[in-house]
C-alpha cells in the first residue's frame, strides 16, 4: 500500500472534485482519493506501484494543473 500526496491547481467546485476523483481513479492501481477542495490537497492511496508522474499526467489530461506535494 503507498499513499501520493499531490497539490493540485484549478479545482473551483464540487463538479471539480468529481471531475479529479474520476480522472485519478481511471489510473491503474489507484484503489482510494481523498480530495479536499479548500486546501487544493488530494490524498491518493494505490495497492500497487503507481507513479506520481502517472498520476500528474492523469490530472492534466483532464486540464488540472498538479504537483507532488513537498513533505516538511
Known amino acids: 500500500m503507498q499513499t501520493i500526496e499531490l497539490d493540485v491547481q484549478g479545482m473551483s467546485c464540487s463538479n471539480c472534485v ?18 479536499d477542495l479548500a486546501s487544493g490537497h488530494v490524498k491518493v492511496t494505490t495497492s500497487a506501484a503507481v507513479a506520481s508522474e502517472a498520476l500528474i499526467a492523469a490530472l492534466k489530461a483532464a486540464d488540472y494543473g498538479a504537483q507532488e506535494s513537498l513533505k516538511t
Open 18 to 35: 468529481k471531475h479529479v476523483t474520476q480522472a485519478l481513479q481511471a489510473v491503474s492501481g489507484v484503489d482510494a482519493v481523498a480530495v
